[in-house]
């Protein structure tokens, strides 16, 4: 059991010594060496068994520690504060009758950072308490800016990736944004024309969406706009796509290294999709709400632009209105 005479361990500048010894008169001795220095606190743990859980609890900013014990061998101990984590970096000062240099070794290489011969000056004591204390204090506190800077860091790297993704995205639909689409096709484009890979593009458009707000208001096409969104989302799998919000309810999909084919077969799924939604819209065509998109693929021609893919995707699109809409029309 520990007694406990102290001030608490979190005053700014108190030192708190737990002593680790099963006489009682060494105890008493300490005590009172240790009493000219009202900053100085003094817990007693006279149980070999219950010393690693007692620093735990105490968190004393030195541990004074005796070798000899009953029924406990002082250097296993030392080894047990040094592989707990909690007491890992507590320093410990080794206060022995034995002053054998062999022992002394044995001490240091167990995890000891001082050794002592029953009993020192009181000066002496004292002032080596007060230097390991320090010492411990200062790394605790280091180790508390270090650990407040990570912190700090991480929350500004998630707030910046936050403001990123904020401005890549569509702020009703959550799909990438036209700035967004852009760089992206810069970017696709360049490596088509580097590696001599197909580049397909869906440009989709809400069919008749006009009347849609017209008839529903804003609020329901805002919803009709999100639906199809996230149609888009499901119908491709592949990380390496992009869908965007192009502008008003066109959007647009990007599909790198993908064949004519494949990419026909994407938009097909997405017609289903967005018809399967069944929102309501009674049009020409039917009753809920479709889709019409236009298909482009090609590669890359040296000091080309990606118009020439946004410009025939666009002419795909408007054959399909023309053709009346719902349907996909490409190469």
Sequence with gaps: MAEDDASPAEAPESVVVLLVDDQPVIAMMVRKMLAVDPAISMQVCAEAAAAVAEACRVRPTVILQDLVMPRADGLDLVRDYRATAATRDIPIIVLSSNDEPAMKKAAFAAGANDYL??????????????????????????????????????????????????????????????????????????????????????????????????????????????????????????????????????????????????????????????????????????????????????????????DRLIAAADERLYQAKVQGRNRVVGP
């Design 117 to 306: 011969v029953k009993l020192p000056e009181p000066i002496e004591l004292v002032a080596r308490i007060r230097y390991h204390s320090r010492a411990y204090m200062a790394l605790v506190e280091r180790d508390k800016a270090y650990g407040a800077l990570r912190l700090s860091q991480q929350q500004l790297l998630e707030t910046n990736r936050e403001l990123q993704r904020l401005t890549e995205s569509d702020g009703l639909t959550g799909l990438a944004n036209r700035r967004s689409f852009d760089a992206f096709m810069a970017r696709e484009w360049a490596a088509s024309s580097t590696h001599a890979t197909t580049l397909s593009l869906l440009m989709i458009d809400v069919d008749y969406f006009k009347s849609y707000n017209d008839r529903l208001g804003h609020l329901a096409g805002d919803d009709a706009l999100k639906s199809v969104a996230e149609a888009i989302r499901g119908c491709h799998g592949d990380p390496a796509c992009l869908a965007a919000r192009y502008g008003g309810e066109e959007f647009a999909v990007v599909l790198p290294g993908t064949s004519a084919d494949e990419a026909m077969a994407v938009a097909d799924r997405l017609v289903a999709r967005v018809e399967a939604a069944a929102l309501p819209h009674a049009t020409p065509i039917g009753r809920s709400v479709t889709v019409s998109i236009g298909v482009a693929s090609m590669r890359a021609l040296p000091g080309s632009t990606p």
